[in-house]
């Protein structure tokens, strides 16, 4: 498998402006990287909304759950200020808004944060904007991207792995399974792991690694992608 390591932007771009927002994206494609990575979950009327929490407390100071509120009623809601006066106003948009605003030939790294019928809406939505060759989409949860695998093949899909996890994974893994998605936590301490995955002809990501001396290290390991918070300083890692 070519080395080619790739540099994804964390939550669109929300190291200099509030992540998972169309201003997000706009500052993150400046850097130019391989991709942009956001997540997308789900409105009481489902929805699919690129947001990361669970509830809204953290952005808009509503402490209210996502799937317990409406599209609509997120349109009243402060997404910006929380971050800066000078993103007062920011909107929580939808993946179709947030789509039609990524005209851009990076790839898009999607984790959808649970199952939810609107699922069937993300599938429409990408074959709507033709990005089905440069998404990948990604989940903890196992079901969730064998249902898009199932409905669309062309997907790749990416399955998600966090520190809290200890068993060796990589031995059982399913067949269907393009690339895997881990913690930095799990790989500072187990570098060889991404020979281990590549041997079984699957791609690694590491998440959401900000600490340029690992970042170097999985470099030289022969890491696929990077999804960091610090893209310039990743890429030049790529030029030494």
Known sequence: MPHKTEIIVHRAGGFLAPENTLSALKVGLTVNPNGIEIDVTFTKDHVPIVYHDDTLLRTTGLNRKVKSTTYQQLQTLDNGKWFSE???????????EFLRSFDSSTKLYLEIKRMDK?????????????????VIVMSFHLNVILYFKKHNPQLNIMYLFSHKWRRPWFLS???LID???????LLEKNLNWIEKIHKIQRRVNVWSCNDIELAKKLINYGIDSITTDRPLEVKQLLDL
Do not use: A, C, F, P
């Open 173 to 175: 893994q399913h067949k």
């Open 118 to 134: 609107g699922v069937n809406e993300v599938l429409r939505l990408l074959q709507e904007y033709n990005v089905i060759s440069r």
């Open 179 to 185: 690339w895997y998605g881990l913690d930095y936590k």
């Open 86 to 96: 000078e993103y007062k106003g920011e909107k929580i948009v939808s993946l179709g």
